[in-house]
């Protein structure tokens, strides 16, 4: 099935199930989409043989959407499914539930404590994506809890985690036995990737006003606007170079859930205002392996030529190149030498390298200044003349 998004100026989109017209989509894109594919899905694992659906089965996994495959296949007769990929996938949802649901203990702990201690704090991505969107605790894993808070609380929220009994194990990442929590001052890891928040600027102290008070695995949360929460989870998504699909499974889902709830005025509004509207509309351009077109509004000029468009055939095929979102970031840039400094921010990150290497890190960051001061003194000399 297509689910072709319709959109006004002020409004979001409003999933339309029609027909699938053209090539069927990918096994592992049907079984992860938001729309009602049951006679589809019947129709693609009819005629897989044993390997095909252990190569199905390794994809599901590979690309983290096991759990929304499950969710597709467990309502459908048993006739048209292997069993042995019906037990299995089964075993991991529920494998997956339990452990969401120990992770949310510790969650909501952590929640209650920066709550006591006057720390607003938004969780994104993770076990709010899971409650939020999925409603299901075996649909989406997730690595650890990103935890979003002002920068004036960053360390009234690091002293709440050590109370606690989490120690630090690298930049803003703290573990007790099996929660690992990122603590964020920014929404796109600025701090590890300055060049993000340079080209890329989000307010946070906006992000947190237009936020409403919540809960999260039940404990209070500030609960982020939903056209907020897409504008980011777009940006993740191209920040991670699409490598794993279960990234872009989250936005198709939100697309579905939210329909025409969205403002997307104000999503556009929110993405100007960051300098990421192409970004974004690069992220939904994403979303037709799962039968999605993006609105009205952020649909890319077809065609998209390029580079862009090579990297963006590439994803529509579920076939990412290594660094590619970096690349269409470093492209969005205005000026060449931004893209200089954002493409050497991402081969060698300043917030993550070692000792060993901050002199190599910081090599070519200092010619891309010099290149600069290099231009501005010869622009200079040119307006003299």
Not at 34 to 40: D, K, R, W
Not at 84 to 111: C, D, F, K, M, N
Not at 262 to 281: D, G, I, K, P, Y
Not at 283 to 299: D, N, Q, S, V, Y
Request: aromatic share 6%; with cysteine.
């Amino acid at each position: 099935m297509r689910s072709q998004a319709v959109a006004t100026d002020t409004t979001g989109p409003e999933p339309v199930h029609q027909p699938l017209r053209g090539a069927v989509l990918d096994p592992v894109a049907l079984l992860a989409s938001p729309g009602p594919a049951g006679p589809a899905i019947t129709a693609v694992l009819e005629d897989f043989d044993p390997e095909a659906v252990s190569d199905l089965l390794n994809r599901l996994v590979y690309h983290r959407v096991d759990g929304l495959a499950w969710r597709a296949l467990s309502p459908l007769p048993a006739a048209g499914v292997d069993e042995w990929l019906r037990a299995t996938l089964r075993r991991r949802h529920q494998a997956r539930a339990a452990a969401t649901l120990a992770q949310g203990l510790a969650l909501a702990e952590i929640l209650e404590r920066l709550h006591q201690a006057g720390i607003p704090a938004a969780v994104q991505r993770g076990m709010r994506v899971v409650e939020w969107i999925y409603k299901d605790a075996g649909a989406r894993p997730f690595e650890d809890h990103d935890l979003l808070v002002l920068p004036r609380d960053a360390s009234g929220a690091v002293e709440v985690l050590t109370r606690l009994g989490y120690e630090a194990q690298g930049p803003a990442l703290y573990r007790r036995t099996t929660v690992l929590v990122d603590l964020h001052t920014d929404p796109l890891g600025a701090a590890r990737r300055p060049s993000r928040g340079r080209l890329f600027p989000i307010d946070l102290e906006a992000l947190f006003a237009h936020a409403r008070p919540g809960y999260v695995a039940g404990g209070p949360a500030l609960l982020l606007r939903p056209e907020d929460d897409l504008v980011l989870m777009a940006l993740h998504v191209v920040k991670h170079s699409f490598d794993r699909l279960v990234r872009t499974a989250d936005l198709a889902h939100l697309l579905a859930l939210e329909g025409r709830a969205l403002s997307w005025e104000r999503v556009r509004e929110t993405c100007e205002r960051a300098h990421a509207f192409r970004l974004v509309a690069l992220a939904l351009a994403a979303l037709t392996p799962f039968g999605i077109e993006a609105p009205e509004p952020f649909r890319l000029d077809p065609p998209v030529g390029g580079l862009t468009g090579l990297l963006l055939e590439r994803v529509r095929s579920l076939r990412p190149l290594p660094y590619g979102g970096e690349i269409l970031m470093a492209l969005a840039a205005p000026r060449f030498a931004d893209r200089l400094r954002f493409l050497f921010d991402a081969l060698l990150p300043e917030g993550e390298t070692g000792r060993g290497v901050e002199a190599l890190a910081a090599a070519p960051r200092r010619g891309v200044v010099i290149l600069e001061e290099a231009v501005r003194e010869r622009r200079a000399r040119r307006e003299v003349l």
